[in-house]
């Protein structure tokens, strides 16, 4: 028989003090953020970095992974793991890069380029979705306030 927890946690709980952080509202909006493109992705068989990884290459063919674990900001082993996900789908290849053959070039294929331009449209939507209420003012604000942050690392 199971005992009753000592400390039960209240049914109503205030996270009133993180809410005064802006990484903490940043946070909650991501997360909300995160599971609707889940959901746009799904039938794709894409999730957030694979999409991300996708698009890159789709718009810069011959990216080396080098190049587009910078570009998104992640470990170079991670994209690794994306990129391997994204040829085992048949939608990209690696070949071995002009002057450098430690290093691989990055090509979409065709397949992997009509995926992109379909997921595309439904990312855009996602996006729209997600500033939503919002004047194209207070959407320029946030882009700005976003950037600026980015740019204090």
């Not at 599971?35 to 080396?64: C, K, Q």
């Not at 053959?101 to 996006?127: I, M, S």
Request: charged share 25%.
């Amino acid at each position: 028989m199971a005992r009753p927890d000592p400390h039960p946690a209240p049914e109503n709980v205030s996270d009133a003090p993180l809410r005064a952080l802006v990484g903490y509202q940043m946070k909650r909006a991501f997360n909300v953020i995160q599971a609707d493109l889940t959901r746009t992705l799904d039938p794709f068989g894409l999730r957030m970095l694979t999409y991300s990884a996708l698009a890159l290459i789709v718009e810069n063919p011959g990216l080396r992974p080098s190049q587009l674990a910078h570009a998104l900001a992640v470990e170079r082993a991670n994209v690794v793991v994306y990129v391997d996900q994204l040829e085992e789908a048949g939608w990209v290849t690696r070949t071995p890069a002009l002057g450098d053959r430690r290093a691989y070039a990055l090509q979409c294929t065709l397949a992997g380029r009509r995926l992109y331009e379909r997921a595309q449209k439904v990312v855009h939507a996602h996006d729209t979705r997600m500033l939503n209420g919002l004047s194209e003012d207070e959407t320029a604000t946030i882009r700005k306030a976003l950037a600026q942050m980015e740019q204090q690392t």
